[in-house]
């Protein structure tokens, strides 16, 4: 009896003595949905697949065993219940093996869309399979061994068989999955507490971690599982405080860790803030809170200067950026974003939906020094400065190349950062004495040192305390 034929199992079709793909209609009753498939998967929305099927009337065959059970196509067979079909088109195969069928369900579904978490329980059955696999390959070697010594199965010494290494099947398996062995490894960490979340009845924490693993990026989501329960718990309320769950992990973390050393009773590192007197205010925020989280009143600044920081939402905080420029500048108001040449495309295509592209400034490195781009060959001299306009511009006409000496590099920054210097030739050019400035990813300062020096009002933004701490002391000794 094959595999997939299970005994005293009524079927609505004879099964022929060989056994080849065959495409038939079958009552959806008679069907059964994989159970690997929900604890793999999980509920999916059909609503825009049922619409889409009943707008072509048309199914793409299912993939079910010949004991009609589905291997790919659940969705499919989920909108076709709540459309009311009777019967499905379907292709009947044969698997020989249990871990056959397990291996056809993982292809049937390789090149679908999935989340982090839903790679990672892939990898778990991809794990019973090469497990099976390894099995078999110790039986077809122990077979070997013993036709050449001329001795039963049971002899054989199952210790002195080859097995495969644990790092050896994790390999294999990330490999499978398009992860690194140790990024899968961290992952999986993630998953598992996720399950014991669900497990204890801790549903909250468990739909936190997954957003975070889905939504962010795996060592965002490994380092909320490093922390204890009250602490998840603190960082959990602000995610969901957000309305696109998206907080930086690790700086939150970092922020929440030092209030409490600090001995600050604070809910949210966005509840802090720092004054002196009217020439700067400092805000430990994120970049996407809205203008009014970040107490920022609407059309009261006249620049923004700033260079996003990197992380893994590198992009979309330009695109977090350009919003918040559109509120909050004045009217004819400009935006300056420095960034590197590589990701120009997308930096533009997530900016200029919120607020006008107006032109693009060349910053010169310090001194004319080259920086080495290994990925693209090239040896670039200058930065690209992004200028945005908050409807139209009427200013003063400024040059489109900003340049400086090498001694003029702040001995703090890195190779790609700008000097005190650079930055002073751009408030120049795009601000008077009195005006605002703000830079919403502080960094160690710069922008905000240059522009209380050159008598402007400057308000700083960013998401790690220990940044905001810094750029105070330098602007208390400015003062």
Known sequence: MPHDMLPNQPVPFMVPQTIPVACVHVKIENLTPH??????????????LAE????SGWIKPLVVTYACRIISGHRRFRAAQLLGYEKVPVEMRHFDTYQDELEALLLE??????????????AAVWHEIEAEKARKRQAAGANQ???TLGRLMDETVKANLPEASKGQTRDVVAEKIGMKPRTYEKA???????DQHAAEGDQRLANVLRTVLNGQSVDAASQLTKLDEDEQKEVAQLVESQPDHRVPIKQTIQAMRRQRTAGANVASPRDISVTAEDHYRLIVGDIFSSWRELGIEPESVDVIITEPSCSPEYLSKYEALAKLAKEVLRPGGSLLAICGQSDLPEILAFMIPH?????????LTPGGQDVPLWQKRVHTFWKPVLWFVKGN???DWPGDVISCAENDKDKHLDEWGPSEVGIAKLVEKFSSPGQT????????????????????????????????ETTRAKLNTEE
């Open 35 to 48: 159970p690997k498939n929900f604890e793999i998967y999980g509920e999916e929305d059909i609503l825009q």
């Open 52 to 55: 889409r099927i009943n707008e």
């Open 109 to 122: 579904n390789e090149t679908r869309h999935k989340t982090v978490e839903q790679k990672v329980r892939e």
């Open 145 to 147: 061994t013993n036709g």
């Open 188 to 194: 999986l960490a993630v998953v598992r507490q996720i």
């Open 355 to 363: 607020i006008k592209y107006h032109w693009t400034l060349a910053y």
């Open 393 to 395: 511009y009427s200013g």
């Open 437 to 468: 400035i703000l830079d919403p990813f502080v960094g160690i300062g710069t922008t905000g040192v240059v522009a209380v020096k050159m008598d402007r009002r400057f308000i700083g933004i960013d998401i790690d305390l220990e940044a905001i």
